[in-house]
């Protein structure tokens, strides 16, 4: 699914092979099978629902890519060997576990196997349906004998039952009878010749960090297995972290031909063996219903327990029930979360698609993060990043708050790891790790890891965000608060304080968003989101001593705070160091960021990208370029302490020089060309953004989806083209609608009431869906109360600034203004 369009821009394409891929906006098809991309297909269509996730491979169990199922946070852990050790290095891997697969049910027809990728198929259909949540696959075949066979199947993981998955496979003979055997099985892949041999190997063909760590012993060690009653049950402990795993199976058949089963099960392998003498025009339907339960220290057997109960409460309810509550639950996600474009079906399709991916990524993720991959793959370790709380959290924060309340949540439990880090680097306070599942660090390359303190920014911006779009100061006072003070803690011990005429407060030796420039000195990203963490952890603690009196006194005695302390984080927050350069009017990324050398990003073939892959890091060190947004993205998240001038002057500066290498930064250009008037080149960044793995643009789709990139499409979509901004708890809008676009709508949840925003290209209307209590926003300056006396509109003279043209004068002199200073360049890779 690669693109071949050579460097077309990706507005002006169809991305995707239309033949094969319809566009439907409510569902992603596949009407030609192919096995030239499996890797892609796989995750494009897993199952999931933040817990529980199923690679979408087929039912037949090959061919494929990479066989997957994972449970968010069940992990090994393993020794970090350091080629040279320090001290404070990260000691103890961490790594998602590849737990049983329950997706296998065989089929053979006249004991021939059906095998996709040799099968004479008269039709094929596989589509994922955006509304109930299900995967469904429908094939004529014709066997080697030349029957015609009919063979549907259904894939749901339960949004509504955080435990659950239901399968099942129905096949009708056409035109005469034959004898069927359905084999539907639960394989523990641990035997070295699945995904963990593939991937070692690939490893060994050079490193990408962006890719799992391969295990070379037995990681699942069986502690049980029991089958009887139509059911098998399995139990196991991972060998190093002692996590434990159950996982339950029911089986049920329908059909009015004759058979016979036989069940099995031993240590790694679950079988239900349907024999058939299956008439023609008569069906048979086996229907699979399977539990997964997890544990960091519950026995085994409570798992099984569980598992046990889980599916006797699916078989009191019934299968169908299931679906019905899964489609009810869809049904009100996309009340308060659909974004609309109209008249444009392609996009649509693709908007929605990302938009449940972090469905699947977050509904009950619960006591667990968000990992950079969701539950569709292995990419990354099965970490959780910074990429929750900047990229997926305004998402949820702005229409599923409870989501939201939960990931943070699953952040307050990290404060004593956090703290424990804070202690390693010798700082006060607490130190979130930059990759982890456990909470403790999981990053051995300490340059583009740990010394990216600015993740405790990053999850303090969230919290208050939160807060102020949901007014839950109840969480705020008694556990929100105790993530800003351990941060801010560490804030002004990391630090220090120079005076040269003014004192000023520095911040050394950190990394930005930006992994190509690392361990730098006041890094502007990290400081200005540094200064918002110190003013916000101040001003909160001063207004719980006002308003909540109580749980002040509780948090004093809990944190030992101090009136001193809490003046210095104002103090140190007013006086943070802010790079500026008023020869080239740009804020530097850092302190000596302009004293390096330009990388010639024109004359660096594809073949070289990502750079990370062919470059030694001290190489990519040594130049002026990026990974991904770092400054840019300092102008979107604390944009209201940056003049439009200087947005569009370090805008420009940045984007020429910047790779694109991650996913991450499409979707901040997008915001920032956006605002400060080039908007084709916002709409080529969305859509680059939008098609990143549908497409498979970074090549790694096969990993996993990028799920803090689909965080960043509804981002783009309400920050960049409805140009939302949410500072200091006012919400305004200076919309910039894309001249090829005849409307947007999205919905926004603000202090309880849903609003909805209907964009168009001359104007943009309020109206509130849901809730009691009126809202206000402000357009360009004017505020407008929006509640149950109906819409609100307000006309728009234009969509903002256009200065496209110096675009198109920028690439005729090589991305430099006349005077040799850098602008902006074509977008990269594209």
Not at 242 to 268: F, P, W
Not at 285 to 290: C, D, E, L, Q, S
Not at 714 to 738: E, K, S, V
Not at 773 to 791: C, M, Y
């Amino acid at each position: 699914m690669k693109g071949s369009n050579g460097d077309a821009p990706l507005t002006e394409i169809d991305p995707l092979n239309r033949t094969r891929f319809p566009a439907d906006e409510w569902k992603l098809s596949e009407r030609i099978y192919s096995k030239d991309d499996l890797g892609v297909t796989e995750t494009l269509f897993a199952v999931g629902n933040g817990y529980l996730g199923m690679r979408g491979n087929v039912e037949e169990g090959r061919e494929a890519h990479t066989h997957g199922t994972f449970i968010n946070g069940f992990h090994e852990v393993w020794p970090i060997r350091h080629a040279e050790e320090a001290f404070g290095f990260a000691r103890v891997g961490q790594t998602i576990v590849n737990v049983p697969d329950n997706k296998v049910m065989k089929l053979y027809v006249d004991d021939e196997p059906l095998l996709l990728s040799v099968a004479d198929l008269e039709s094929y259909d596989r589509s994922l349906d955006f509304r109930d949540g299900v995967l469904r696959r429908e094939i004529i075949w014709r066997t080697p004998a030349g029957k015609r066979v009919k063979v549907t199947s259904e894939r749901m993981v339960s949004f509504t039952q955080r435990h659950l998955a239901i399968m099942s496979i129905e096949v009708t003979m056409l035109d005469e009878g034959a004898p069927v055997v359905i084999s539907s099985q639960v394989l523990n892949r641990q035997d070295g010749k699945d995904e963990y041999h593939v991937r070692a190997a690939a490893m060994g063909e050079g490193a990408d960090p962006r890719k799992a760590e391969a295990f070379a012993e037995r990681v699942l060690e069986p502690q049980t297995h029991w089958s009887g009653d139509d059911r098998i049950l399995l139990g196991y402990r991972a060998a190093n972290s002692k996590m434990t795993l159950a996982v339950g199976v029911d089986h049920q058949i329908d059909t009015e031909n004759d058979y016979s089963q036989r069940m099995y099960a031993d240590e790694d392998t679950g079988k239900m063996v349907y024999r058939v003498q299956a008439r023609p025009g008569v069906p048979l339907k086996v229907t699979k219903t399977v539990a997964y339960h997890t544990s960091r220290g519950v026995p085994v057997r409570e798992l099984v327990d569980r598992s046990r109960r889980t599916l006797d409460r699916v078989r009191e309810q019934g299968v169908p029930q299931q679906f019905v509550e899964q489609r009810e639950w869809l049904d009100a996600f996309w009340r308060r979360s659909d974004v609309e474009v109209a008249g444009q079906p392609e996009l649509q399709q693709a908007i929605r698609w990302n938009l449940f991916q972090l469905a699947q990524a977050t509904a009950r993720a619960e006591q667990a993060g968000v990992p950079a991959k969701g539950v569709t793959g292995s990419g990354y370790g099965g970490h959780y990043f910074w990429d929750t709380e900047i990229y997926v959290l305004p998402f949820l924060t702005y229409t599923s708050p409870g989501m939201a309340r939960s990931a943070l949540r699953f952040r307050y439990n990290m404060l004593d790891a956090g703290r424990r880090r804070a202690r390693d680097l010798t700082q006060r306070g607490a130190l979130f790790p930059w990759r982890t599942i456990n909470g403790e660090e999981a990053s051995a390359y300490y340059a583009a890891g740990t010394a990216q303190y600015h993740i405790d920014a990053d999850i303090s911006y969230a919290l208050c965000k939160y807060v102020a779009a949901t007014g839950d100061d109840e969480f705020m006072w008694r556990e929100g608060v105790d993530i800003l003070v351990e941060t801010a803690r560490m804030w002004a011990d990391l630090g220090f304080w120079r005076e040269d005429g003014s004192r000023v407060f520095h911040i050394h030796g950190v990394t930005g968003p930006d992994e190509y420039t690392t361990v730098v000195n006041d890094n502007l990203f990290t400081n200005v989101m540094a200064r918002f963490n110190l003013s916000k952890a101040a001003e909160v603690v001063q207004q719980m001593e006002l308003s909540a009196p109580e749980a002040f006194e509780r948090m004093v005695g809990r944190l030992g705070v101090t009136s001193e302390e809490v003046d210095e984080w104002a103090e140190v927050a007013d006086a943070m160091a802010i790079p500026f350069d008023p020869q080239t009017g740009i804020h530097p990324q850092d302190s000596l960021f302009l004293e390096r050398e330009v990388w010639d990003l024109e004359r660096t073939p594809q073949s070289k990208r990502p750079l990370m892959l062919y470059y030694h890091p001290l190489v990519i060190y040594r130049f002026q370029v990026l990974k991904q947004a770092d400054v840019v993205l300092a102008l979107f998240l604390q944009g209201d302490h940056f003049t439009e001038a200087e947005k569009r002057a370090d805008f420009e500066y940045y984007d020429a020089i910047t790779t694109g290498d991650s996913t991450l930064s499409g979707v901040v250009q997008s915001i920032i060309a956006a605002e400060v008037g080039y908007h084709e080149l916002a709409l080529r960044y969305f859509t680059s953004s939008l098609f990143v793995d549908l497409v498979d643009l970074h090549g790694n789709t096969s990993d996993g989806v990028h799920v803090a990139s689909t965080g960043g499409v509804w981002n783009a979509l309400a920050y960049g083209f409805g140009g939302m901004r949410d500072y200091n708890g006012q919400i305004t809008f200076d919309p910039r609608l894309p001249e090829s676009w005849e409307s947007l709508t999205f919905r926004v949840l603000l202090q309880g009431t849903r609003v909805r925003v209907h964009l168009t290209g001359d104007a943009i209307e309020f109206t509130a869906e849901e809730g009691n209590e009126p809202v206000v926003v402000s357009v360009r300056g004017r505020d407008l109360k929006v509640g149950a006396a109906g819409p609100v509109s307000v006309p728009l003279a234009d969509q903002g600034p256009r200065i496209e043209a110096d675009i198109s004068l920028a690439a005729q002199r090589g991305g430099r203004r006349e005077d040799g200073s850098l602008i902006t360049a074509t977008v990269p890779g594209l």
